[in-house]
Every structure is written in structure tokens, then in C-alpha cells.
């Protein structure tokens, strides 16, 4: 009789401990940061060459997380700089760099070598575009320029 009832005994105790796991599993605190679909949008870009959707990922990422009040995970406000200054817009890749450095500390030494480099890029694109053209125009002497 011993036996039996250390048999129901070692069971009810498996029981609670698994009803307990499942019980506080429930519980648990949400993660610390609102990845969404990252790592979808980063295998579309770089292993099937699809980067049509990834902008569409990030920006929904960034609604979500805030919609959420969870914290957006290190690097995707630089990734997103990134792809916007690839694009051309050097403006808004300074803008998300910015975000990226002032909730990251850790990241600013990189943050703010690429605002240098893209504020660089952009100071000598203006120059340029405001530098005259030569178009062999004859000068003063009819000498072709």
C-alpha cells in the first residue's frame, strides 16, 4: 500500500510542477525590445536581394514598438539611416542616426563618424553643384577654354 502511495504522490508532485511552469510561463514579462519582422526583412535583403519590402518592415517595426511602449533594439534606426542614405536621402539618414546615437550611447562613437562623413558628403556635393562648369565658351582672346 506504501507503494501506491508513492506512486500518486511522485505524480501530483510532476503535476504541480508542471501546472506551476505553465503558470508562471503565462507570466512572464514581454521581451525588452520590439524586433517585429527584423530578421524577415534582413533575409530578404541580403540572401533573396528583396529590399522592397524591408523599408515597409522598419517603419511598421517602429509603430509597433512604440504603439507597444517597448524600446526599439540596438541598430535598426542606424539600418534604417542606412538604407535611407543608400537611397540618396542624406538628410533623414542623419535624422535616424541621430535617434540611433541619443537611445544607444554605446553607439555614438560610430553615429557620429557617419553624420561627419554623410554631413561631408553633403557639404561637397553643394559645392560642387555650386561650382561654375566650364562649357568652351570662348574667352576675351577667342581662345576655346
Same mark, same amino acid.
Given at each position: @500500500?506504501?507503494?501506491c502511495d508513492l506512486k500518486f504522490v511522485s505524480r501530483l508532485i510532476f503535476c504541480c510542477f508542471i501546472f506551476s511552469t505553465l503558470l %508562471? *510561463?503565462?507570466c512572464a514579462k514581454p521581451g525588452l525590445f520590439y524586433w !517585429? *519582422?527584423?530578421e524577415d526583412s534582413l533575409y530578404e535583403r541580403y540572401v533573396a536581394n528583396d529590399s522592397g519590402h524591408t523599408e515597409a518592415h522598419l517603419q511598421e517595426s517602429f509603430a509597433e514598438a512604440q504603439k507597444t511602449n517597448q524600446r526599439v533594439p540596438p541598430g535598426l534606426y542606424a539600418d534604417y539611416g542606412? @538604407? /535611407?542614405y543608400k537611397r540618396g536621402d542624406k538628410s !533623414?539618414?542623419?535624422n535616424f542616426f541621430d535617434k540611433e546615437k541619443k537611445l544607444y550611447?554605446?553607439?555614438? /562613437? %560610430?553615429m557620429t563618424k557617419l553624420i561627419d562623413r554623410v554631413n561631408q558628403q553633403k557639404n561637397s556635393g553643394q559645392l560642387k553643384s555650386a561650382e561654375p562648369t566650364k562649357n568652351n565658351e570662348p574667352t576675351k582672346n577667342g581662345d576655346q577654354q
Open positions: @500500500m506504501f507503494r %508562471l *510561463e503565462g !517585429g *519582422e527584423y542606412f @538604407m /535611407l !533623414g539618414a542623419i550611447p554605446e553607439s555614438s /562613437l %560610430l
